[in-house]
Nanobody, 122 residues
């Protein structure tokens, strides 16, 4: 009953854009920070971005800063990750997760989505 569902992944050419969505069901996002993580084959899971419960604070990994934008619409119970200027190294499964505060440590998050595949390739 408590669930996060990612959508919006797919195949895109280098330099292209995708917008990922993270929708909550069974609970409200109003009081949760929402983070995006990604994991590529052979690599550890890494934090990509996080937004505070109010949307007033946004954090980005250095590798995506200036290219990705996180936002939230609490009325829609949804968080978005706009990904521009995508690179092949952005290829990964992307997960959203909810925590009380933003953190790069996955174990501090209470809820996780199932992930959505993003593939950046020519």
């Amino acid at each position: 009953q408590l669930q996060l569902v990612e959508s919006g992944g797919g195949l895109v050419q280098p330099g292209g854009s995708l917008r990922l969505s993270c929708a909550a069901s069974g609970f409200t996002m109003d009081y949760y920070a929402i983070g995006w993580f990604r994991q590529a084959p052979g690599k550890e899971r890494e934090g990509v971005s996080c937004i505070s419960y109010s949307g007033g604070s946004r954090n980005y990994a250095d590798s995506v800063k200036g290219r990705f934008t996180i936002s939230r619409d609490n009325a829609k119970n949804t968080v978005y990750l706009q990904m521009n200027s995508l690179k092949p190294e952005d290829t990964a499964v992307y997960y959203c997760a909810a925590a009380y505060y933003c953190s790069t440590r996955g174990y501090e998050y209470d809820y996780w989505g199932q992930g959505t595949q993003v593939t950046v390739s020519s």
